[in-house]
């Protein structure tokens, strides 16, 4: 319904009017009445109406002059003017203004519906020529951008010329929810105040690109964590680099795009950046193995954020989403596999089960999988190696004992327990009374003396189980600590079946 406003200083008139004209049959109403010309022109700015049907001659302003008035301040709907005068300098002057009709007084019936409904097909056309042009203009415009997402040279050069502002920023929204819709209607309303921004379709799913244009990089961020925060988490927005110049805007958009297309590995419920994508490690360390030396110590805290540490590893420029996904089930399975091995009359497998790795293969986010994988490991560590009343001392001692077979050294130990390492080896001196490389020596020897005597296992093969890389270096220690080569020591107290493993050939 197109929305009519009278105005006129007799409210007899005014009356006669609401009652003589079948607004419904004409797809009209009258929305509200004025009885002068200051008074019409308050409303026709507060009430916005389509129509105004105005008095020539009123108090204060005169139907002409509250035209012109209106029409200043931009009104761009249809006057109707009634007049009881026949001079003709009125008329002049309104059709001078753009008004549609100019009706004498008394008013005919049939003339003013005419003219109402006239007025009204008229505006429609209008309004929706305007809407096909903005739609064009808008078509075009969305052309350019896309040309320039994608780097095409003819619309590089278009956008070029007609865009001088310096500084641009890109952005990817597109719908986070489980519905799988679009937000291209919420989006753009939360735009549509904002100077300096284009808003497309990148796809038919609905994914958005939004192009800054003329903005700082601080201001980019803060309105897009608004329009996060105004959507309650339901959308994913990704935010490209920041570039100086038009002809590097599709760079800003390859990044937002990798972003985009990565946000299993990125999203973690807040605006994700281009600088997310430069967190790397120049030499990750053993993961698998530092995290189950804090399981093994029962060091909750410091495993979870050795665990976040790996995620952020995770996060780097050519990384996929597939990939990420293998690394951790692989740090799962490695660490089951340790635990299996060294605490197996538990049954840890009853806790990192077949169905908890389905599950977690099936997490949305790289975050959510962190998140499952944080929580098991935490149960593990509390069910096989919860904290006792030992003394720190007595926790190195054990972890020594129990992975002897491993490459340990003090500075390890000494990160693990959080100790500095000078301290730790002075510390361990005091309470076994040994230094650590011999305390660790001692249990290797002693555990290679039994696989030598009870096992059927060869010199090399023995070595590389208790810890020893070096075949030479653990002759050497076995010799040094029990006076004959491992190889005569098997000869004396096991079964010779070794071949020429052993460097020292020579009887002791």
Not at 22 to 33: L, R, S, Y
Not at 82 to 103: M, P, Q, R, T
Request: aromatic share 10%.
């Amino acid at each position: 319904m197109l929305k009519v406003l009278l105005v006129d200083d007799e409210p007899n008139v005014r009356a006669g009017i609401r009652m003589m004209i079948p607004w419904v049959e004409i797809g009209c109403e009258v929305i509200g009445e004025a009885d002068d010309g200051d008074d019409g022109l308050t409303k026709i700015m507060n009430l916005h109406p389509d129509i105004v049907i105005a008095d020539i001659k009123m108090p204060g302003k005169t139907g002409i002059e509250m035209t012109e008035a209106a029409k200043a301040l931009g009104f761009k709907g249809k006057i109707i003017i009634l007049s009881g005068y026949s001079d003709f300098s009125y008329a002049k002057d309104a059709i001078a203004l753009g008004v549609e009709n100019f009706i004498l007084k008394p008013v005919d019936e049939d003339e003013l519906t005419e003219a109402i409904d006239n007025a009204g097909k008229k505006l429609t056309k209008e309004r929706e020529h305007s809407i096909r042009q903005q739609i064009g203009k808008e078509y075009i415009n969305e052309q350019m951008i896309m040309g320039v997402f994608f780097g095409n040279e003819e619309y590089i050069a278009r956008f070029e010329s007609e865009y001088d502002q310096l500084g641009f920023m890109t952005a990817i929204i597109a719908d986070n929810s489980d519905s799988g819709g679009s937000v291209y209607a919420d989006v753009r309303a939360f735009f549509d105040t904002v100077a300096n921004v284009d808003i497309i379709r990148i796809d038919i799913s609905g994914v958005l690109g939004v192009l800054f244009k003329s903005w700082n990089r601080s201001d980019v961020y803060s309105v897009l964590k608004k329009l996060y925060d105004s959507q309650g988490g339901k959308v994913y927005i990704a935010c490209g680099d920041y570039v100086l110049d038009a002809r590097s805007v599709r760079n800003s958009y390859a990044c937002a795009d990798y972003l985009y297309r990565s946000k299993f590995i990125y999203d973690d419920g807040t605006v994700v950046t281009s600088e997310d994508i430069h967190r790397h490690e120049d030499d990750p360390p053993d993961y698998p193995e530092r995290v189950y030396a804090f399981m093994e110590i029962n060091d909750i805290n410091k495993m979870c954020s050795l665990i976040d540490s790996f995620m952020q590893s995770l996060r780097f420029m050519g990384n996929t989403p597939e990939k990420a996904k293998v690394s951790c089930i692989t740090l799962v399975m490695e660490i089951r596999a340790r635990i299996v091995r060294t605490v197996a009359d538990k049954k840890p497998e009853t806790l990192i089960t077949d169905e908890f790795m389905h599950k977690l293969e099936e997490s949305r986010t790289l975050r959510e999988m962190i998140e499952q994988i944080k929580k098991v490991l935490c149960d593990v560590s509390d069910m096989c190696f919860a904290k006792s009343t030992r003394s720190n001392m007595e926790r190195v001692v054990q972890y020594i004992k129990t992975n002897y077979d491993r490459e340990l050294r003090l500075e390890m130990l000494a990160q693990i327990f959080g100790y500095n390492s000078a301290y730790l080896g002075k510390v361990f001196h005091q309470y076994t009374g040994e230094n650590f490389n011999n305390y660790l020596d001692n249990i290797r020897i002693t555990e290679a003396k039994r696989l030598l005597k009870d096992e059927d296992y060869k010199v090399y093969e023995v070595a590389e189980m208790v810890g020893y890389r070096n075949i030479n270096y653990f002759h050497n220690k076995f010799k040094k600590s029990t006076g004959m080569s491992p190889k005569n020591f098997k000869k004396q107290y096991g079964s010779d079946t070794d071949g020429d493993d052993d460097p020292d050939t020579d009887e002791e």
